[in-house]
Structure formats: structure tokens, C-alpha cells
T-cell receptor, first 116, second 113 residues
Framework: AQSVTQLDSHVSVSEGTPVLLRCNYS??????LFWYVQHPNKGLQLLLK??????LVKGINGFEAEFKKSETSFHLTKPSAHMSDAAEYFC??????????????FGTGTLLAVQP | NAGVTQTPKFRVLKTGQSMTLLCAQD?????MYWYRQDPGMGLRLIHY???????AKGEVPDGYNVSRLKKQNFLLGLESAAPSQTSVYFC????????????FGSGTRLTVV
């Protein structure tokens, strides 16, 4: 079975400081991992994805995440926060090779606030 | 190229009323999904489809029905709406058998009073 845990429901940073959003996963098989962002009253946008290639994944808007199998983690980072980064972020896991039961399992979300 | 389009964007229903949410995608994706989003719970899968004419239950299917009569459309029905179905509903689609990412619609905000 697969599951994903986002360790912080709320994170607050100052503009210009680093962002760290933590995600741990559990999967019996090779996982694919994603980070999605949702701005207020908007849909979900894919930030980045890990699909068993390079363990350090770069995404849009300066975000990146590192897949660490030994720690079962996929934390999202950004060197310098912008006001526009304020949103809710979801860590998502699914099986790497798809199939009829290939479904996304969502974490409960981390709400990122960016202070001026 | 519109991607995934959901209609309507907002709706208020009275308890016991019925309605259908429409999801349309123009990317020729085989897989389509309906999720509901509730505060503090992330997104939970209601039903999904792996191709035209197929449907399957997800994590929280009770009170909902779906149909996939055409490959590009995935309909979510509420036969008798309940206040517990107040939520934001998202449709998503993906390429067959690949976990390369999913395309989401912009959501339908449903309130049942």
C-alpha cells in the first residue's frame, strides 16, 4: 500500500528566505512522486515530478526536490521565497509503472505563508 | 488547447436535489478521475475510469455515480445531494498507464444547503 505524510500543515517564512516543505512516503513498489501547488481558488498545478530518473528534480518557479530512498522522503525546497509562492502544496505518490489501478495518493497539504 | 475543463464552476444545491458535473479533456487521455477536496484532508478519489465505457470506485464513492460514454468526457452525478457532499470537486486526466503527471481542471465548488 502507498501513503504520503506531509509533516507540516502550515509553514511561514519571510520573503527572501529558504523554503522547506517536508514529505515522507510509504510504498511497497517503486514510486513516482509529485509536488503540486494550489493557489487560492485555483486548480492544481504540477511543480515537479520524480519518476525513477535523477534523484534531484528541478521544477518550475525555482523549486526542487530530492528523492531519498533511505529516508523515504521527498522534501520540497526553494532557496529564496517570493510573495507569489504563498499557496497550498501537496505531495503526491503513485506507482511508477502505472496500470489499471494507477491512482494518485495525496498528502493533506502544507499551507505556505510568505511574510514581507 | 484547453486541457481539462470542468462545468459548472460553482453551484448551490438544496438537500435532496440532483446534479451532474461535467469534465471534458482534449488531450486524448485514457484515464480520468474525480476527486473531492476538503479542508485538512487533501484530495480523495471518488471514482475513476481507465477508458471509454469503464468506471471504477475510488476511496469515497458513496453517494456518487459516474459515466464515461465518450473518451473525452467523464460525468459525476449526485442523485440526492447531502450537506456532507459540500466540497470542491476536481477532475483530472492522464495518459494511459503512465505516472508522468496528471492534468487537473480548475474545480467545481459545490455547496449543499
Amino acid at each position: 500500500a502507498q501513503s504520503v505524510t506531509q509533516l507540516d500543515s502550515h509553514v511561514s517564512v519571510s520573503e527572501g528566505t529558504p523554503v522547506l516543505l517536508r514529505c515522507n512516503y510509504s510504498s511497497s513498489y517503486s514510486p513516482s512522486l509529485f509536488w503540486y501547488v494550489q493557489h487560492p481558488n485555483k486548480g492544481l498545478q504540477l511543480l515537479l515530478k520524480y519518476t525513477s530518473a535523477a534523484t534531484l528534480v528541478k521544477g518550475i518557479n525555482g523549486f526542487e526536490a530530492e528523492f531519498k530512498k533511505s529516508e523515504t522522503s521527498f522534501h520540497l525546497t526553494k532557496p529564496s521565497a517570493h510573495m507569489s509562492d504563498a499557496a497550498e502544496y501537496f505531495c503526491v505518490v503513485t506507482l511508477a509503472y502505472g496500470g489499471a489501478t494507477n491512482k494518485l495518493i495525496f498528502g493533506t497539504g502544507t499551507l505556505l505563508a510568505v511574510q514581507p | 488547447n484547453a486541457g481539462v475543463t470542468q462545468t459548472p464552476k460553482f453551484r448551490v444545491l438544496k438537500t435532496g436535489q440532483s446534479m451532474t458535473l461535467l469534465c471534458a479533456q482534449d488531450m486524448n487521455h485514457e484515464y480520468m478521475y474525480w476527486y473531492r477536496q476538503d479542508p485538512g484532508m487533501g484530495l480523495r478519489l471518488i471514482h475513476y475510469s481507465v477508458g471509454e465505457g469503464t468506471t471504477a470506485k475510488g476511496e469515497v464513492p458513496d453517494g456518487y455515480n459516474v459515466s464515461r460514454l465518450k473518451k473525452q468526457n467523464f460525468l459525476l452525478g449526485l442523485e440526492s445531494a447531502a450537506p456532507s457532499q459540500t466540497s470542491v470537486y476536481f477532475c483530472a486526466s492522464s495518459y494511459e498507464g503512465r505516472a508522468y503527471g496528471y492534468t487537473f481542471g480548475s474545480g467545481t465548488r459545490l455547496t449543499v444547503v
